[in-house]
Nanobody, 122 residues
């Protein structure tokens, strides 16, 4: 199974930007459609963005559309999330996982990486 490690989080002011990375182990990374998720205390983990195996299709949650951009580099086994115009409500721990389809919001790997904390102050 692919192992995932997220990084790139931090603390920024509202309106700022961050770029998250998710590094995956294994040689089958390019066969997986990948997604980003986030979790805030007291809430279920929610879908943020998805990207198809070679980047041709992308989907975003309405709350991040036009502000976040998902991309991937299969040669480096890495998926990215560029986050612009950050808002306090984007504060969360961000995770990546694989998805079964571009329309799915359900992760397929049973285990998660450690996540990376994003904190946006007003």
């Amino acid at each position: 199974q692919v192992q995932l490690v997220e990084s790139g989080g931090g603390r920024v002011q509202a309106g700022g930007s961050l770029r998250l990375s998710c590094a995956a182990s294994g040689r089958t990374f390019s066969s997986y459609l990948m997604g980003w998720f986030r979790r805030t205390p007291g809430k279920e983990r929610e879908f943020v963005a998805a990207i198809s195996q070679f980047g041709g299709n992308r989907r975003y949650a309405d709350s991040v559309k036009a502000r976040f951009t998902i991309s991937r580099d299969n040669a480096k086994n890495t998926v990215f999330l560029q986050m612009n115009s950050l808002k306090p409500e984007d504060t969360a721990v961000y995770f990546c996982n694989a998805l079964s389809s571009i329309q799915s919001s359900n992760p397929i790997f049973g285990s998660w990486g450690p996540g990376t904390q994003v904190t946006v102050s007003s």
